[in-house]
Nanobody, 125 residues
């Protein structure tokens, strides 16, 4: 599976961006799809994921502001980011998990089998 993320950019605080991640090589409809972010000098951190059932999970800091969704027909996962804050500035990576769902590993980078190259989001205050 190859994942390509795009949609990043530079916005003012309070603005919005929509990230997309297109998968190719095989269908990802049965996989858990996730988004992680990595700020300069920091570890890659979990942002959100969506199970094949449609159940969604978010890190507390983005609840109410970000919305993850998927379009299995398009083999794509999205991250709608609203009310952006300066602290959201990071490179955002999409990921796909081949294994069975494991609630304890929602935010575990090692749970995910495939990764996209990342797209940069810069929020200025």
């Amino acid at each position: 599976v190859q994942l390509q993320a795009f949609g990043g950019g530079s916005v003012q605080a309070g603005g919005s961006l929509r990230l997309s991640c297109a998968a190719s090589g095989r269908t990802v409809s049965s996989m858990t799809l996730g988004w992680f972010c990595q700020a300069p000098g920091k570890e890659r951190e979990f942002v959100s994921c969506i199970r094949r059932s449609g159940h969604v999970y978010y890190v507390n800091s983005v609840k109410g502001r970000f919305t993850i969704s998927r379009d299995n027909a398009e083999n794509t996962v999205y991250l709608q980011m609203n009310t952006l804050k300066a602290e959201d500035t990071a490179v955002y990576h999409c990921a796909a998990a081949l294994g069975a769902w494991n609630a304890a590993r929602t935010g575990d980078k090692d749970f995910y089998s495939f990764w996209g190259q990342g797209t940069l989001v810069t929020v200025s205050s």
